[in-house]
């Protein structure tokens, strides 16, 4: 890992995780910040979500090291406004992460922390949102992300 000189207190609060699917197709790791299990990982009620099983947390691509060209192995699908694109291995079919594409600037992942190697999840802090409510229609979250900072929907 590099920083430059003045990230030193952003390094040391962040930590950096190994994720994959089920077969081993996929691969890649992750840098968040604040660190696991600080980092209040979102568990959402929508449709997709809750098809998907994620439970997201929201990395820049800048802090997604993709292992072996994995992004361009992944399956992907769309929805609604098909701004963003879900991914999936294409081989085990594991639910791995949203890609925000254009959709979020810079450049973000919403990465499901059930990909991450070894994770517990009982071990987890969870902020829960109410998609199915509060994102229409349906509950349906294409298009939308979680302000970390308003601590809102956009
Ligand atoms: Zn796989």
Redesign the pocket.
């Given at each position: 890992m590099s920083a430059t000189a003045g990230e030193e207190e952003k390094k040391s609060s962040s930590g950096t995780y190994e994720c994959g699917?089920?077969?081993?197709?996929?691969k890649f790791s992750v840098t968040l910040s604040p660190p696991l299990p600080e980092y209040q990982v979102l568990q959402c009620n929508c449709s997709a979500c809750t098809r998907f099983g994620y439970l997201l947390i929201y990395p820049e691509a800048a802090n997604v090291k993709w292992h072996n060209d994995s992004r361009s192995r992944c399956a992907t699908y769309q929805f609604n406004t098909k701004a963003k694109d879900q991914l999936f291995?294409p081989?085990?079919?594991?639910s791995l992460a949203i890609d925000f594409r254009d959709f979020r600037k810079p450049h973000t992942y919403g990465v499901s922390a059930r990909t991450i190697y070894g994770i517990n999840l009982e071990e987890l802090k969870y902020k829960k949102l109410d998609g199915m409510s509060l994102v229409k229609p349906a509950g349906d979250l294409s298009g939308h992300y979680w302000d970390e900072e308003k601590g809102e929907m956009k």
């Open positions: 699917c089920h077969c081993g197709y996929i291995c081989k085990c079919g594991a």
